[in-house]
């Protein structure tokens, strides 16, 4: 469970994040004066993904530190963070509320993230549906958030199916071009 905190003081929230079972907390650049302490908060917190098979728990790599961008900022402020974080979050439309229009000039935040950091997990929010996905896929992120465009569907399923199927090829096609 990642908790994106779109949130003033991040840092006062990560220990009650962590002890209500949170497996990686984003925080955004913007929200803190010290992003390098609070990275180092997030990591010795504890949070790691874990599965339970019967009665043994598989406890897997933790990834668990997520910094986002708001489209105002550069990415070149989150890049020397990027060596230091699993997840980088670029914002497709101001946070804040859902339904918003997905603002396509933030593309090239996800190419350059992608070009200068292979390995590293890029996640857009914002706007992200059916008609942006390809978009997004091909600039280079791996992760996702989609909340109006699932929840407004009639099919959310056919359109989970279709958002998760453009982001796999795009990273298979990514893969083989290596």
Partial sequence: MDMHMMVSRPEQWVK????????????????TTNPGNLIKEIRESGMKVCVKRGNNQFCLRPQNVGLAIKPGTTVE????WAGQI???????VEPG?????????????VSWLRSQFPS??????????PDSIHRCAEAGANMIVSGSAVVSSDDP????????????????????DR
């Fill in 120 to 129: 590293l997990d890029i996640e857009v929010d914002g706007g992200v549906g």
């Fill in 77 to 80: 402020e989150l890049a020397p």
């Fill in 157 to 176: 399923r056919s359109v989970i199916a279709l958002l998760k199927n453009v982001v796999i090829e795009a990273i298979q096609k990514r893969s083989l």
């Fill in 86 to 92: 699993d997840m980088a979050l670029v914002m497709t």
């Fill in 97 to 109: 509320f859902g339904g918003q229009k997905f603002m396509e000039d933030m593309m090239p935040k």
């Fill in 16 to 31: 009650p994040m962590a002890a209500a079972g949170a497996n990686q907390y984003t925080f955004h650049l913007e929200a």
